[in-house]
């Protein structure tokens, strides 16, 4: 064989396709397989559009075979096949004099413009992770040369023709492979890549991880995928009794997202859902999108029923995989949806985006980045109309007092929406503090539990909802943010709030004092917590009144902040507080203490001190009043620890001192 010594760059740039461009060895397969599909899809081209190949027999198919012993794994196919030329072109063009500025451009972007190697045939050098030699046979449509191409991937590649006539031995091992190949036969065209797996990668040589590899990567390759292998029979000793040479098609040879929604039915989408997801139940719903025009592209995304596992873990895998023309790329790429529709499965086809695409190119690449701004309004708007059929089966069980009256239509969009709800509302309020961009769609999709819903039926409001109840000169939408929602329904904030007749939006969601604080307003109302100073303004309360009864109880609020020292930012007299004796707010510009605790489980800690709460009390209730004409320091101090400490237990946080706080109160329930 006559061998062509490759540049000297060629080492360097084999070193780096192999050790750094792909990360991942499995995927040679996937290469070598999507090289095959190519060589097809070129072949059914021109076999209707160039006379010189409407003749070549066009019999598309992909065969596999592998040999356990002798560790080797072949790729064939029936496709226009490769001449010496084409064989140097296409697989040896990275001995073309590009080749320096490209491992230049490569080393100076940090790989950023990894996309190139499409153009330099390095998808074919990806076998080289997994062998220590590669041999290919090929035989172009329409002639009848066969070339044997072969490397070890270092600084050379051989490259001869192959006579199938007598030429003496050392063309002999060549002859009879390209025979076993069948491209000997008349009319045959087509290549057979065949891989001498390298010590690290004999497991490649086997049924099951070659069946796993094209069902994982190149399930929708257009063209059937056939694996050779042989079938044996074992009898009770573990003996090999016979064995059958077997060929089975190992892919479904269709992408279903690429076919019309017109031929799919429910039936179809819930199919492929389950073999996507693995899951056992149906999707909530399913979007199928196929978008032509400057970009074309294919999308098809499903909601779970229920939340997937790792929703809440920082290392949850994504669920969305990204194809290019049908061939597998990544299924663990977060940047192909947003964070907060991280419970999004689904499939995004590109045309436009490079077979190679990096990682580092799909965190950039403009073209992902407009699929993904899109696939979200999608996605959004699709989840609109969820919520849009789930409101008004709501509304329509409320009016008529039960589900007897909802048609199975409307019953199937309740549970659906209720069942969104319940699992997506929290990641969905992600979106309003990072996709400022959909925050007004957001703002509409999101729900929150409220003080109304008792006796009303209604278990989510909304925003639009929460206004269209307001109360007539109310200026504010008034929520209470915490970590247990029954102790927020009770809290003593709420009291005068709801002698006014406000409703008051109930957020058990640690990530509440984030989001909502974020958002501000919601169209002209202010969003303000109950939980902070300032925030009774609107309770009309007689400024003469309080102005006069601050003045009453001026010596009792200096007392009790005497005695509370350190603890507490400010002590103030309450005008929010009917039944209960105390409660806690904190200062406008302070973090919630809510806010506080999930820092400290994240080991951040605050700037400066601790946040410390502004006690708020009720002059006039009996636990209260008597420190009013009292000097007792003693027992002034222990009220009004007792008072800190029962307010800030209501607020959900722990007391540093439980055992002070006990003993305070057996004192006082001794005196």
């Not at 009848?144 to 006539?165: C, P, Q």
């Not at 008072?643 to 329930?669: S, T």
């Amino acid at each position: 064989m006559a061998t062509y010594q490759f540049q000297t760059e060629v080492s360097q740039l084999l070193t780096l396709i192999i050790h750094s461009l792909y990360s991942n060895k499995d995927i040679f397969l996937r290469e070598i397989v999507s090289n095959a599909s190519d060589a097809l899809d070129k072949l059914k081209y021109l076999s209707v559009s160039d006379d010189a190949y409407k003749a070549a027999t066009f019999d598309p198919r992909i065969d596999i075979s592998f040999d356990e012993e002798r560790k080797t794994l072949v790729v064939k196919d029936t496709g226009i096949g490769m001449s010496d030329a084409d064989l140097t072109e296409n697989l040896g063009t990275i001995a073309r004099s590009g080749t320096k500025a490209f491992l230049e451009k490569l080393a100076d972007d940090a790989k950023k413009d990894s996309s190139l190697i499409g153009q330099f045939g390095v998808g074919f050098y990806s076998a080289f992770m997994a062998s220590s030699k590669i041999d290919v046979y090929s035989r172009k449509a329409a002639t009848d040369e066969i070339w044997h191409w072969s490397s070890d991937g270092t600084a050379s590649y051989a490259l001869d023709r192959v006579t199938l006539v007598d030429a003496g031995a050392e063309n002999e091992a060549a002859r009879e492979t390209a025979k076993a190949q069948g491209l000997d036969a008349e009319g045959a065209h087509g290549t057979a890549v065949i891989m001498a797996l390298n010590a690290d990668s004999g497991d490649y040589a086997s049924r099951w991880k070659v069946e796993d590899l094209i069902k994982r990567y190149s399930d929708h390759i257009a063209f059937p995928i056939f694996l050779h292998y042989e079938q044996k029979d074992y009898d009770n000793k573990g003996k090999v009794k016979s064995s059958e040479r077997k060929v089975e098609q190992i892919n479904s040879a269709s992408a279903l997202w690429k076919r019309p929604k017109t031929e799919l039915k429910d039936e179809d989408y819930v199919s492929f859902y389950k073999a996507l997801s693995h899951e056992s139940g149906d999707p909530l719903l399913y979007v199928h999108t196929h978008a032509e025009g400057t970009q074309e592209y294919t999308t098809l995304f499903f909601v779970p029923e229920k939340a997937p596992f790792d929703l809440y873990r920082a290392d949850y895998k994504s669920g969305v995989k990204l194809y290019v023309k049908r061939v597998f790329i990544t299924d663990d790429d977060r940047e192909l949806l947003p964070a907060y529709l991280r419970f999004v499965r689904g499939v995004i086809d590109s045309e436009d985006l490079p077979l190679n695409v990096s990682r580092e190119i799909l965190q950039q690449n403009r073209v992902l980045e407009t699929i993904k701004s899109q696939s979200v309004k999608k996605l959004l708007s699709e989840f609109r109309k969820l919520a849009k059929a789930g409101d008004e089966a709501a509304a329509k069980k409320l009016a008529d007092g039960g589900d007897e009256k909802l048609s199975d239509e409307e019953k199937k969009a309740l549970k659906a929406w209720n069942a969104f709800i319940e699992n997506f509302n929290r990641p969905l309020k992600e979106g309003l503090y990072s996709d400022y961009a959909n925050r007004d769609e957001l703002t509409e999709l999101i729900r929150f539990k409220s003080t109304a819903d008792a006796g009303t039926g209604e278990r989510w409001t909304n925003f639009a909802d929460y206004v269209s109840r307001m109360q007539t000169g109310q200026k504010a939408i008034y929520y209470i943010a915490g970590s247990d929602e029954q102790n927020l329904r009770k809290s003593p904030l709420l009291e005068a709030y709801k002698a006014k007749g406000f409703e008051i939006l109930v957020l058990p969601d640690e990530i509440d004092d984030v989001i909502l604080p974020s958002v501000g307003k919601y169209k002209d109302f202010e969003l303000k917590s109950v939980n902070r100073a300032g925030s009774d303004e609107e309770l009309g309360v007689d400024k003469k009144e309080a102005a006069k009864k601050a003045k009453e109880f001026k010596p009792l609020v200096e007392k009790v902040k005497k005695a509370l020292g350190e603890r507490v930012k400010d002590v103030q007299l309450s005008k929010r507080l009917s039944e209960s004796p105390s409660c806690i707010v904190v200062d406008e510009n302070d973090p919630s203490l809510q806010m506080e605790r999930m820092m400290k489980v994240m080991g951040q800690t605050m700037t400066g001190n601790e946040v410390k709460p502004i006690l708020e009390i009720n002059g006039e209730h009996p636990l209260v009043a008597p420190l009013k004409d009292s000097d007792d320091e003693a027992y002034i101090a222990d009220v009004s620890q007792v008072l800190l400490d029962q307010a800030l237990l209501v607020e959900g946080a722990e007391l540093k001192d439980p055992a002070g706080f006990v003993a305070r109160i057996n004192r006082l329930l001794t005196r």
